[in-house]
Structure formats: C-alpha cells, structure tokens
C-alpha cells in the first residue's frame, strides 16, 4: 500500500541552525500539509499546500517556516532559525483530494533543538 | 482550543468485547469527521470516516456514529482484539462548509485503548 515517507525519522539541531525536513507524499496526491506535535499535546495543523503554492497556515507557520515542493516527488519543510520551542514530531500529510477525503500521515521526524 | 475533545484519555476492554470511543466537537462548521490510530514511533494511521450527511458508516470491525445535534461521534471496535491496542485520535475538518478555504484538521487528544488477552 502506499506510504508517506519522510526522512529523517531523528533531527537534533542547535538552537539557531536551520533545518530541513524531508517528505515523499503518495505518487497520485495534490494536496500535502505539515502538522506538528509538541509532546504531551494534540497534533495540530501547521501548513497546507496544493498546486506550487501555500492555500493555507496556523498561527505557528510565521516567517520562520517554509515550505517547498522543489521536483515531482519531494514536499519539504525548513525552519530558518530554530528556537527551543520548536522541538516536536514533525508529520507530513498528503490527500488525493480535499473535500471528503482522508489526509495519510507519514511517521514522522523526531526535532529535537538544544 | 478545545474544538474536539475526547474526554477519556483511558479506556481498558477484554479481548473479544466492544470496544467504544468517543469525542465531541463544538464547532458547527466541521462537516467531515475521522478517526486514527496511532502506535508509537509511527504516524497516525487513517481508520475510517464520515461526512455530516451520514448518520453511520461501516468498515469491517469498525464503525464510526454522528450524532450531530449532540455534536458527538462514537467509534466502535467489535470485536475487539489486542492488536487494537494503541492510541485512537478523532479529527475533524470544515472543508465543504468553508468556501474551499479550510481543510485543516483539527485533532482530539487521543484515546489510549487497551485490549486485554
């Protein structure tokens, strides 16, 4: 079956240092999100993306972040200069569709910023 | 934000039984609602889902109920087995209520279930 595919599966970055985090939606989605979650908190919505372009973000996704879908198959998120707070699991999500359909998750990448 | 919630952190079955999990929402936008499964280490796995213009939709073992005017949804495990073990999320979006402008989900804190040999 299909898998969202996201690399690395571990991130340790000092506070400061920029960070990519690497997606591979599933071959036949358009639209892909990035959610976070902080531990001991819900999964929440960072970022949406469909068709080369941003259509929609959280609070959370400020100036800081990034994202980017640089050929066919990659979806990536970069964080300019990390802060403590931004330690979490990192999940990439893609869906054929948008109305009524399921958004399928990756298994995450573990940031952790010291 | 408390826009979905699920107020049992807990819930312990026999292997075998009905498994019953449950979550609430206060928004009146979401129209689409769904559930995960998640083991750790691992990404939330899709489950099953419902649209607002069903009441109950049916997958195999599992089974997901929308009470909208309680703005409740119910998700059953029959029967259960202890590979069911793992934490349960419920999501919701408003992607068809919103004019094509917001299919975020919006996650619940999760269910830990365990089912017992």
């Known amino acids: 079956e299909p898998e969202v595919t996201q690399t690395p599966s571990h991130q340790v970055t000092q506070m400061g240092q920029e960070v990519i985090l690497r997606c591979v939606p599933i071959s036949n989605h358009l639209y892909f999100y990035w959610y976070r979650q902080i531990l001991g908190q819900k999964v929440e919505f960072l970022v949406s993306?469909?068709?080369?372009?941003?259509?929609?973000k959280s609070e959370i996704f400020d100036d800081q972040f990034s994202v980017e879908r640089p050929d066919g198959s990659n979806f990536t998120l970069k964080i300019r200069s990390t802060k403590l707070e931004d330690s979490a699991m990192y999940f990439c999500?893609?869906?054929?569709?948008?109305?009524?359909?399921?958004?399928?998750f990756g298994d995450g990448t573990r940031l952790s910023i010291l | 934000d408390q826009q979905v919630k699920q107020n049992s952190p807990s819930l312990s079955v026999q292997e075998g039984r009905i498994s019953i999990l449950n979550c609430d929402y206060t928004n009146s936008m979401f129209d689409y609602f769904l559930w995960y499964k998640k083991y750790p280490a691992e990404g939330p796995t899709f489950l099953i889902s419902?649209?607002?213009?069903?009441d109950k939709n049916e997958d195999g073992r599992f089974t997901v109920f929308l009470n909208k005017s309680a703005k409740h949804l119910s998700l059953h495990i029959v029967p259960s087995q202890p590979g069911d073990s793992a934490v349960y999320f419920c999501a919701a979006s408003a992607g068809g209520n919103s004019g094509g402008s917001n299919y975020k989900l919006t996650f619940g804190k999760g269910t830990l279930l365990t089912v017992n040999p």
């Open positions: 993306f469909y068709n080369n372009e941003i259509s929609e």
């Open positions: 999500a893609s869906s054929v569709n948008r109305v009524f359909q399921p958004q399928h």
């Open positions: 419902i649209s607002s213009i069903k």
